[in-house]
């Protein structure tokens, strides 16, 4: 018997048939045991691996050979996307799900972007769970609720702005210090710096520098 077999967090159902492995990183252990459990009633050639840590995931070396990753995305954890960008660039075979505990529309865009090759919410049923693996598996993408990332991916990102964000986004793209903004808006700097965060979250940017790059490739107009 392969001793890969016997440790924890494997299953194998079918020993004659190829193996295709499956890694599922999720801080919960209810989800974790859940996929499994349907992974292995449903599919007869899958050997799973449990791991409640992304970073374990990217400490360990590239020893395996994904066929599929399945990420969660939580409530308290917003690292996995930029995980998955990490995933693309060690493990690039693999094809990654995103299973999102937030049920969050905008993270369905957020996924496509970093990488994945599928995006399923926690409120989906099992068969859908199943198809997305599946069409994964198969070499396929499976975004549910894609019409949410055609109609995002249509429009600007700088629209997802309030009108203070947006004063704020011109004031950090000509050069204002978060004092000056303060005074100018009669906001304390420490709101500023919300607002400052606010914008590069929505906007998905790392930086000031990238603020003032997206201002002017996208000749971004102040709000009336």
Same mark, same amino acid.
């Given at each position: 018997?392969?001793?890969?077999?016997?440790?924890?967090?494997?299953?194998?159902?079918?020993?004659?048939?190829?193996?295709?492995?499956?890694?599922?990183?999720?801080?919960?252990?209810?989800?974790?045991?859940?996929?499994?459990?349907?992974?292995?009633?449903?599919?007869?050639?899958?050997?799973?691996?449990?791991?409640?840590?992304?970073?374990?995931?990217?400490?360990?070396?590239?020893?395996?050979?994904?066929?599929?990753?399945?990420?969660?995305?939580?409530?308290?954890?917003?690292?996995?996307?930029?995980?998955?960008?990490?995933?693309? !660039?060690?493990?690039?075979?693999?094809?990654?799900?995103?299973?999102? #505990?937030? &049920?969050?529309? =905008? +993270?369905?865009?957020? @996924? /496509?972007?970093?990488?994945?090759?599928?995006?399923?919410?926690?409120?989906?049923?099992?068969?859908?769970?199943?198809?997305?693996?599946?069409?994964?598996?198969?070499?396929?993408?499976?975004?549910?609720?894609?019409?949410?990332?055609?109609?995002?991916?249509?429009?600007?990102?700088?629209? !997802?702005?309030?009108?203070?964000?947006?004063?704020?986004?011109?004031? #950090?793209? &000509?050069?204002? =210090? +978060?004092?000056?903004? @303060? /005074?100018?808006?009669?906001?304390?700097?420490?709101?500023?710096?919300?607002?400052?965060?606010?914008?590069?979250?929505?906007?998905?940017?790392?930086?000031?520098?990238?603020?003032?790059?997206?201002?002017?490739?996208?000749?971004?107009?102040?709000?009336?």
């Amino acid at each position: 018997m392969n001793p890969a077999a016997q440790m924890p967090g494997f299953f194998r159902a079918d020993t004659t048939a190829p193996m295709r492995q499956v890694l599922i990183v999720s801080e919960n252990v209810l989800v974790r045991q859940g996929l499994k459990e349907i992974l292995s009633q449903e599919f007869r050639d899958l050997m799973v691996v449990e791991l409640a840590e992304v970073s374990d995931a990217l400490l360990r070396p590239a020893k395996r050979a994904w066929d599929l990753i399945v990420v969660e995305v939580g409530f308290h954890y917003d690292g996995a996307f930029s995980a998955i960008r990490e995933f693309r !660039r060690h493990r690039g075979a693999a094809s990654i799900l995103v299973l999102d #505990l937030t &049920a969050n529309d =905008r +993270n369905v865009l957020r @996924a /496509a972007r970093s990488g994945a090759a599928g995006y399923i919410p926690v409120n989906v049923d099992r068969a859908d769970v199943i198809r997305a693996v599946r069409r994964l598996l198969d070499g396929k993408t499976f975004f549910e609720a894609s019409a949410a990332v055609e109609a995002e991916a249509q429009e600007p990102r700088h629209v !997802r702005l309030s009108a203070r964000e947006r004063l704020v986004m011109h004031a #950090l793209a &000509a050069g204002k =210090r +978060n004092c000056r903004i @303060a /005074a100018e808006l009669n906001l304390s700097a420490k709101t500023v710096s919300t607002y400052r965060r606010r914008v590069l979250d929505k906007l998905e940017l790392q930086s000031t520098a990238d603020i003032v790059r997206y201002v002017v490739a996208n000749g971004v107009s102040l709000p009336e």
